[in-house]
């Protein structure tokens, strides 16, 4: 079935970086977008970017431009996002559909930062 | 501060119809699609509204999406306690950027 898989939680410290792994399965990997979202404890969904897995070519929020960047490997069907940010939340990786609205999710990954 | 506008909170007991308002702008709603997602405790978001008022396979009729000018609203009717959750308005905005709205938590009393 149509999946995304992402990493395991991660501890990190204050002002190192961290690299969280998005893996598709079950439908074509450079069809669709791969956008991430971020939810902060007890905060609400925040966009944060995507990546074309096709071109790599890559949007960011104003937000997050200087802190986060995505990128994708086409032979394993992954997307990584790498984060320079100290703040803990939950990271979702989740696929643009034919419909134009995020139809598949992945699972979260929670970033903690101490 | 989100860019698009939901109210914090919403309620009402089993069997009731429920509105959550979605506000936004000529940058956002006015010439984009909306979606709206639904969050249980403890899981990942979950597509409930596509293209303003459509819903994907599996999702009950009791949901229903509506859109006019820069506002949008989900409509919840014969409300279950299994609809207690968050709720998130979502669009594009001209910055070729999504914006998801505050979120609305509903508490089916």
């Known amino acids: 079935q149509v999946q995304l898989v992402q990493s395991g939680t991660e501890v990190k410290k204050p002002g190192a970086s961290v690299k969280v792994s998005c893996k598709a399965s079950?439908?074509?990997?450079?069809?669709?977008?791969i956008h991430w979202v971020r939810q902060a404890p007890g905060q609400g969904l925040e966009w944060m970017g995507r990546i074309n897995p096709k071109s790599g070519g890559t949007n960011y929020a104003q937000k997050f431009k200087d802190v986060f960047t995505l990128t994708r490997n086409t032979s394993t069907n992954t997307v990584y996002m790498e984060l320079r940010s100290d703040d803990t939340a939950i990271y979702y990786c989740?696929?643009?559909?034919?419909?134009?609205?995020?139809?598949?999710w992945g699972q979260g990954t929670i970033v903690t930062v101490s | 501060q989100s860019v698009l506008t939901q109210p914090p909170s919403a309620s009402g007991t089993p069997g009731q119809r429920v509105i959550i308002s979605c506000s936004g702008s000529s940058s956002n709603i006015e010439f984009n699609y909306v979606s709206w997602y639904q969050q249980l405790p403890g899981s990942a978001p979950k597509l409930l509204i596509y293209?303003?008022?459509q819903r994907p396979s599996g999702v009950p009729d009791r949901f229903s999406g509506s859109k006019s000018g820069t506002s949008a609203s989900l409509a919840i009717s014969g409300l279950r306690s299994e609809d207690e959750a968050d709720y998130y308005c979502?669009?594009?905005?001209?910055?070729?950027?999504?914006?998801f709205g505050g979120g609305t938590k509903l508490t089916v009393l």
């Open positions: 079950g439908y074509p990997f450079t069809v669709y977008y």
């Open positions: 989740t696929r643009e559909g034919d419909v134009g609205a995020f139809d598949v």
């Open positions: 979502a669009a594009w905005d001209d910055s070729l950027t999504r914006v």
């Open positions: 293209r303003n008022d």
